[in-house]
């Protein structure tokens, strides 16, 4: 499931998909660059790093304001 379907279905909510970026509906997210971090010191001393299915669901109910399920 892509992300923004994953949104809709927790949330109930229908994606609103926009063609050009304004200053109204820009996300404050949406930085140049790449923001991928390299975990393999962090695994190679025994952290474990829960899935990114599990974790996005855990923040698009945390930010919808829906209760977080437990694991």
Known sequence: MDLLAKIEAVTG???VIVKE???ENASPY???GSW???TEK???LG?????LN????????YYAGLEVKAH
Do not use: P, Q, V
């Not at 952290?47 to 899935?51: C, E, H, M, P, T």
């Not at 599990?54 to 109910?61: A, N, Q, S, V």
């Open 13 to 15: 909510n229908e994606a």
């Open 30 to 32: 949406a930085m140049d």
């Open 21 to 23: 970026k304004t200053k």
């Open 36 to 38: 991928s971090i390299n």
């Open 54 to 61: 599990e974790t996005l669901e855990d923040l698009i109910h």
């Open 47 to 51: 952290y474990r790093f829960s899935g």
């Open 42 to 44: 962090a695994t190679g």
